[in-house]
Nanobody, 122 residues
Framework: QVQLVESGGGLVQAGGSLRLSCAAS????????MGWYRQAPGKQRELVAT???????NYLDSVKGRFTISRDNAKNTVFLQMNSLKPEDTAVYYC????????????????WGQGTQVTVSS
């Protein structure tokens, strides 16, 4: 079974920075894409940033220039560096691993982390 464990959330003042980490574990042979989504109270979950195993990235328009996604393929870990945080970035941030190929059992699947709270005070 694949597990995603997130860390790095917390409370920060507007203009501050946080770094989120997410490590995938299990009988993983490869992961196609990893990413971060967020869900604020009363809102739908939205994509924040994704990165493929080849390093191609995609960002939500409102975070471009402030957030940077990166990954360590050897460690099946993805990071989200968040700078110049704004109160509207407040949400639960979820890690996602898509196109995960495992050998025990042999299958492809998508997995989610449990979420980590990010709160930005004004």
């Amino acid at each position: 079974q694949v597990q995603l464990v997130e860390s790095g959330g917390g409370l920060v003042q507007a203009g501050g920075s946080l770094r989120l980490s997410c490590a995938a574990s299990g009988s993983i042979l490869s992961i196609n894409a990893m990413g971060w989504y967020r869900q604020a109270p009363g809102k739908q979950r939205e994509l924040v940033a994704t990165i493929t195993n080849g390093g191609r990235t995609n960002y939500l328009d409102s975070v471009k220039g402030r957030f940077t996604i990166s990954r360590d393929n050897a460690k099946n870990t993805v990071f989200l560096q968040m700078n110049s945080l704004k109160p509207e970035d407040t949400a639960v941030y979820y890690c996602n691993a898509g196109g995960v190929f495992t050998n025990i059992p042999p299958k492809f699947g998508d997995y989610w982390g449990q979420g980590t709270q990010v709160t930005v005070s004004s």
